[in-house]
């Protein structure tokens, strides 16, 4: 079977910017919860770099990443700031 079929990640962030990320294989934790920060990842991206190796042979694309955190994160917020805005002036 495909073990990537089986690979699960958690991303949770407590502050703008930096971001908690949880990967398991089969419900078994594969690595220890890390903070990753979008500055770094982008500093990275900018050298070139492709892949963001963790713990226990763990790897992860890193435009993917970056555009997770992004999508997740980044656009989500900015949607309920406009939301919130166009609430507050009774536009619609």
Known sequence: ???RKK?????SSTQ?????????????IS???ITLELNDLLERQ???EKELVLEANTVLSLP????LLNKLFVIESN????VTKL???GTK
Do not use: D, F, H, W
């Open 87 to 89: 609430k507050e002036t």
């Open 16 to 28: 703008p910017g930096m971001y908690a990320v949880q990967a398991t294989l089969g419900g078994v």
């Open 64 to 67: 993917v990443m970056i555009m």
């Open 31 to 33: 690595i220890p919860e």
């Open 46 to 48: 900018s050298k070139g």
């Open 7 to 11: 690979v699960k990640i958690s991303l």
């Open 79 to 82: 949607k309920k700031q406009l």
């Open 1 to 3: 079977m495909n073990r």
